[in-house]
């Protein structure tokens, strides 16, 4: 026996859901059982779910894993199966792998590496495995090898590397390659990032390259928990070679990816390859029986990049497929009706309008319109669609209300999108209840409001008056409503409480604005690549056409965003260096005036960037209320999985004079610049 059919499974689940995530395990074995594959590995902490928070202290939640253990352990006939779950040992919490091999459990090997940095909090709940150390843990009476174990099956080695356990230097797969193993499994519960996904693309290579062995590694799918969004993203390779990697972003419940591995030509590398094994005590392996069919040579496997992997639009193409999944998930998990969006016909609103529209048909391209239908099952108002457009009118709602300050142009720009995807428009004025708001204020106070002396009060009327309506509108159909909010306006509180906050959740708030509106264009004149054809929304042209603006001051006063704030380009430069990068006031103002001291002057970067960490430090308790958002990159700001900041602060205020100090001693030094803007 030389050659060996092995896949890597990929499966959508959901935190404590122990039917269906028990359920998509199960089809992801007999999917590779008809295969004919011999040893398949599944994502890391799969039948539990990763993101359980800290319910994973409950005693119930591993007895409860244990249980689908069992279930999956009976399906397993004739197969080899990694699959994860949390394990209670000693009175210590473990992220384990369990090996079982033809209805029997082998063993459990526990990560060893966890992941504390970002998102991840996995030191909070488990305790990392010793490396070397080997014990017996007591289930149903029975004893089970746990720990840094290799796997030996009728001579066929197999270790593992659990997600963040290949991420670090000094990686398992080194003591592995030691111990002689031919191939490496690794269970991932490793959340989207943009281009992320070349990374782990780098990590399996090497791992397989540089530890002589045939590397399977796969990741979980969708929006398991609310925020991590997964792509799916499963690799097979041998020898520093990818063999086969997984279709990302699907709308599957499961899928597999297969190869054949050769045995004879990994251990070949190791034997030409490896000085010396310091490895003496054997207590680390385990050996069981398992009969390996004999299978003939395959043709070479090459792994393909996907169609929209290959383009030079990546970023806009991860973007849509990642929150589109996202949307959909988050959808069907809360049994929700479908999306509610107050569609002011500006770039953010319409963002979210025009991913919705996507959701639906990048889903039609994913699994068809029937199994989309199936899976919103419970929504009735589906069920005789017949169109992309049937689902839309269902499904997402959107609604325009305009007061005395909003313009024809981003009434166009509404009603031309919602006509563009095919979703429910409605078209209401709501000019009589802000000024009804406004006149039993003024009765109260004694005095008339104006725009001279009460501007801010006077905008942010306008946008929280909107804000009953819409979600009066949002119960009446169950629907989820959203939140437009970018990360730009989040970095700065330009934003108002209760008004254009208000919503279920935030898509865009994990992107900037400078950047949405780029990708708007994009997915107007370009859109996502798919089987050969191109999925636009032609219906964005009038946005893209428009200058950012509230609209919520009077028209002749021609508010725009930019002009409230800073240069959108300038102002995400500027959060990068300042929040992911955490530079003092004064190296900020040295970075972005390198950058941009031919574009404007030395007193306009100065003015900007001090308005930036006092908008910044004084609005953390606004980025503390946002509707739950994805996390899509390292930039993100969100309090309760990324980005903390104190409520109440100094302000940087002795920080921001020893800036004033340094720009005035510095004065000229870089140039003259643009005057103006």
């Keep these: 026996m030389s050659f060996i059919k092995v896949a890597s499974g990929v499966v959508n689940q959901t935190p404590m859901a122990w039917e269906s995530n028990t359920k998509h395990i199960i089809q992801a074995i007999g999917e590779a059982k008809k295969q004919d594959v011999s040893l398949i590995c599944l994502p890391e902490l799969c039948i539990s779910g990763y993101g359980c928070e800290d319910y994973f202290f409950a005693a119930d939640l591993a007895e409860q894993a244990l249980k689908c253990l069992h279930e999956i352990v009976s399906e397993t006939a004739g197969i080899i199966v990694a699959v994860g779950l949390p394990v209670r040992h000693n009175n210590s919490l473990y992220n384990t792998a369990c090996l079982i091999?033809?209805?029997?459990?082998?063993?459990?090997?526990?990560?060893?590496?966890?992941?504390?940095?970002?998102?991840?909090?996995?030191?909070?709940?488990?305790?990392?495995?010793?490396?070397?150390?080997?014990?017996?843990?007591?289930?149903?009476?029975m004893l089970y090898p746990i720990g840094d174990i290799i796997f030996d099956l009728s001579g066929v080695r197999i270790g593992f590397e659990i997600c963040e356990d290949a991420w670090v230097s000094n990686r398992p797969g080194r003591r592995h390659y030691e111990r002689g193993v031919d191939i490496i499994l690794n269970p991932s519960a490793s959340h989207f990032?943009?281009?992320?996904?070349?990374?782990?693309?780098?990590?399996?290579?090497?791992?397989?390259?540089?530890?002589?062995?045939?590397?399977?590694?796969?990741?979980?799918?969708?929006?398991e928990a609310g925020r991590a969004i997964y792509d799916g993203d499963a690799m097979i390779a041998s020898n520093g070679e990818m063999l086969v990697t997984s279709d990302r972003f699907s709308y599957e419940d499961h899928l597999i990816i297969t190869a054949v591995v050769d045995t004879d030509n990994t251990r070949l590398n190791q034997l030409q390859n490896k000085i010396s094994s310091s490895i003496k005590d054997k207590t680390w392996r385990v050996s069981a029986r398992f009969d390996f069919p004999e299978i003939d040579p395959v043709p070479q496997q090459i792994a393909e990049l996907e169609a929209f992997e290959k383009g030079g639009a990546l970023k806009e193409e991860e973007f849509a497929r990642a929150v589109s999944l996202g949307l959909f998930d988050y959808l069907r998990k809360s049994r929700s009706n479908g999306f509610t969006i107050s569609l002011s016909g500006g770039a953010d609103s319409c963002a979210c309008t025009a991913l919705c529209g996507l959701m639906i048909r990048l889903a039609d391209e994913?699994?068809?319109?029937?199994?989309?239908?199936?899976?919103?099952?419970?929504?009735?108002?589906?069920?005789?669609?017949?169109?992309?457009?049937?689902?839309?009118l269902a499904l997402v709602h959107n609604i325009y209300q305009r007061t005395e300050n909003s313009s024809n142009d981003t009434l166009e720009s509404a009603q031309s999108l919602a006509?563009?995807?095919?979703?429910?428009?409605?078209?209401?004025?709501?000019?009589?209840?802000?000024?009804?708001y406004k006149s039993l204020i003024e009765e109260q106070i004694g005095r008339q409001l104006s725009w001279r002396t009460d501007d801010i009060a006077l905008q942010n009327i306008q946008a929280r008056v909107r804000a009953p309506g819409v979600w009066l509108l949002t119960n009446l159909s169950n629907h989820l409503l959203l939140a437009t909010s970018n990360r730009s306006e989040v970095a700065v509180g330009y934003a108002t409480m209760d008004g254009d906050t208000a919503g279920s959740i935030s898509p865009l708030a994990g992107i900037d604005k400078h950047y949405l509106r780029q990708w708007l264009r994009w997915l107007e004149t370009v859109g996502c690549e798919v089987k050969g054809k191109h999925i636009r929304i032609e219906g964005l042209k009038k946005v893209n056409s428009l200058q950012p603006t509230a609209e919520l001051r009077p028209l002749e006063l021609n508010q725009t965003d930019e002009a409230d704030l800073m240069p959108y380009d300038f102002l995400d430069a500027l959060e990068k260096v300042a929040i992911r990068d955490k530079k003092s006031p004064v190296d900020c103002y040295k970075n972005v005036v390198v950058r941009y001291k031919d574009?404007?002057?030395?007193?306009?970067?100065?003015?900007?960037?001090?308005r930036f960490f006092k908008l910044w430090s004084r609005n953390q308790w606004k980025r503390?209320?946002?509707?739950?958002?994805?996390h899509l990159d390292d930039l993100n700001l969100d309090p309760r999985s990324w980005c903390r900041f104190p409520i109440l602060s100094g302000g940087f205020e002795k920080e921001l004079e020893e800036l004033r100090h340094y720009a005035d001693g510095n004065r000229g030094r870089y140039g003259r610049g643009r005057i103006g803007f």
């Design 624 to 630: 503390e209320r946002y509707a739950p958002s994805f």
């Design 599 to 610: 574009v404007y002057s030395e007193s306009q970067i100065l003015g900007w960037t001090e």
């Design 419 to 436: 006509e563009s995807i095919g979703s429910t428009f409605y078209n209401i004025n709501i000019n009589g209840l802000v000024e009804t």
């Design 101 to 141: 091999a033809n209805k029997q459990i082998i063993g459990f090997y526990c990560k060893q590496n966890l992941a504390n940095n970002g998102i991840h909090y996995e030191a909070r709940w488990f305790r990392p495995w010793p490396a070397g150390l080997v014990e017996s843990i007591e289930i149903d009476q």
């Design 193 to 223: 990032a943009f281009h992320k996904f070349m990374t782990r693309e780098r990590l399996v290579l090497d791992g397989s390259r540089s530890f002589g062995c045939s590397y399977i590694y796969t990741n979980l799918l969708g929006n």
């Design 366 to 392: 994913s699994i068809g319109l029937q199994r989309f239908k199936e899976k919103l099952s419970y929504i009735k108002e589906i069920h005789s669609a017949k169109t992309e457009e049937d689902l839309a």
